[in-house]
């Protein structure tokens, strides 16, 4: 059974960012295990600009930005990356299966991280009423249909959520050919970036329905129409408001879960909020030795904090591979009004430490709070909303004279 | 007049105001939303980000970015204008597909490598 300190699983840009960070650290046998024939995961689909701002302070694609991380790599002898490869068991000690162009294979590992991103939330998970009919797609499904395989999907098109692979696909299959008749998110608010609204919806004079959802899909075999409904401000169904729209493709862009059967099944514990693995501060699960970082720790806005996370998760995971880990009892977050996550869950209070969360509702000149025994801090913030992650960064001077547990609150 | 900057995914909210002919933005976190907002109110850009086909052993389509923003009502032209386009491997990322599109001065260039 070949030996690893550490394996990775998924190649994409939490991978590649965790790989780097653990060969600046000091490991040399670093292990890349990615189910798709190439690097970069969802980066190759997502083929619209925005990417690497923070990270290469240029406006990248995602296949560029993918590109360009991984040439920091390239020619990196430490890390090795297993193509058309799939974990398929974690079990005590790391021992991993892989189902791999070799079979099945075992390896061990002195640490792991779950780096294998998140999946879209499907249409069952969301109670539209009708058939099972051809024609309903996760909106990341269609992105991969068109951006790397060249086909369109559908040519009359409804897209129901508002998140960005929802907005930016309106966008793509306008500019392909296809008519976009509207956008419906179910909130009275966005999910999506303003500048996507802008320059998605808006330049192509496509209409966002609010506080609307898709009550049902018609069609024999085939998508032919959908019930559009509003809602009132308790997301209620408003009776006599349904609307039918013919269209051959309804899009869904309903939000993106992390995958982590992997996990679960190895006994690591979960936030029931993020849906990924509660870590401290150096991106370590409730099982030593196996750490998460990524989309599959919690799902973010950008790639480039994606990255910034990943490359100090694999430092972290260096580390304690090396035996350099701080053994002292971590500190609980918890979380008071208006606070939906945190990550991580908890902290060593002797390390700085980039605290990220996302608040409940839509506040607008508001402060968080931040509390404890020995400490006290108000941040103030202009507006804040549930689609953008928050960051606040404490340093371990700040936290010297913390006692017990750290509080989080908005107050308006 | 208020617009909503689109360089980059912060989305600043910027509010553009017309003193005495002197167009003021206020709202933005840095320059470059001073200047989206006067080329948004006299010539709106727009980078064109789509995919071509190419002639490679391991893909079907290479995907293609505009080597600067172009003028916003000429990005559909552009995508018929790449109609036709076929590309073929090897090809290195910033590698230029189509030069001078629509006679804009602009290229339209590769953003992947693709070796075979």
């Known amino acids: ?412 | 007049m208020n617009l909503v900057c689109i360089n980059c995914p912060r989305g600043c909210k910027l509010v553009v105001e017309n003193i005495n002919g002197e167009i003021k933005v206020t709202g933005n976190f840095c320059p470059r939303g001073e200047k989206y907002a006067i080329s948004e109110l006299t010539n709106p850009l727009r980078t064109l980000t789509t995919t071509l086909p190419i002639k490679s052993e391991l893909y079907k389509r290479l995907p293609v970015i505009s080597s600067a923003p172009l003028p916003k009502a000429k990005v559909i032209d552009a995508v018929k204008a790449l109609k036709d386009v076929e590309a073929t491997a090897p090809i290195k990322m910033g590698d230029i597909v189509v030069k001078d599109i629509l006679g804009l001065g602009i290229d339209i260039v590769a953003s992947k490598s693709i070796d075979k």
């Not at chain 1, 890390?79 to 974690?90: E, G, L, N, R």
């Not at chain 1, 790391?94 to 640490?111: F, R």
């Open chain 1, 1 to 412: 059974m070949d030996k690893h300190q550490l394996v990775i699983i998924g190649g994409g840009s939490a991978g590649i960012a965790c790989a780097l960070g653990a060969s600046e650290n000091g490991l040399t046998n670093i292990l890349v295990v990615e189910r798709d024939f190439e690097y970069g995961g969802i980066l190759q689909q997502c083929i619209h600009n925005g990417f690497g701002l923070h990270t290469f302070n240029e406006e990248l694609s995602g296949p560029a930005y993918a590109e360009k991380y991984f040439n920091l790599i390239k020619d990196n002898a430490s890390i090795k990356f297993m193509f058309d490869s799939t974990v398929i068991k974690i079990e005590e000690n790391n021992i991993l299966t892989i189902q791999s162009t070799q079979g099945l294979i075992k390896v061990q590992a002195d640490a792991v991280v779950m780096a294998s991103g998140c999946r879209e939330r499907p249409a069952g998970a969301i109670g539209i009423k009708g058939d099972r009919l051809q024609g309903v797609y996760s909106a990341g499904s269609a992105q991969k249909y068109c951006n790397k395989q060249g086909i369109l999907v559908g040519k009359n098109v409804f897209i129901l959520g508002s998140g960005d692979i929802g907005l930016i696909m309106a966008r793509r299959m306008t500019l392909e050919g296809a008519k976009v008749i509207g956008v419906a998110e179910i909130m009275p608010y966005s999910n999506g970036l303003a500048r996507n609204i802008k320059q998605c919806l808006e330049d192509f004079d496509i209409p966002l329905y609010l506080s609307h959802t898709v009550e049902s899909v018609h069609g024999n075999g085939k998508l032919e129409s959908i019930t559009l409904i509003e809602v009132d401000d308790k997301l209620q169904k408003i009776e006599g408001s349904e609307q039918e729209i013919k269209c051959d493709l309804l899009l869904l862009s309903v939000g993106l879960i992390p995958e982590n059967n992997l996990l679960e099944e190895l006994g690591v514990k979960l936030d029931p909020r993020t849906k990924g693995a509660i870590v401290d501060d150096t991106y370590m699960s409730s099982i030593k030795g196996i750490f998460a970082c990524g989309n599959a720790l919690h799902v973010h806005d950008l790639v480039d904090y994606v990255s910034e996370e990943s490359r100090k998760c694999g430092k972290a995971a260096a580390n304690y591979v090396l035996g350099k880990i701080n053994e002292s009892e971590s500190i609980n977050n918890v979380l008071g009004n208006g606070v939906s996550y945190m990550v991580p869950q908890s902290f060593h209070k002797n390390n700085n430490i980039d605290f990220m969360f996302r608040v409940k509702k839509v506040f607008k000149e508001c402060s968080i709070h931040v509390y404890g025994n020995g400490f006290d801090k108000k941040i103030k913030k202009l507006g804040i909303v549930p689609s953008e992650m928050q960051k606040v960064s404490l340093t371990a001077d700040e936290l010297k004279d913390l006692n017990g547990e750290l509080n989080w609150e908005v107050i308006e």
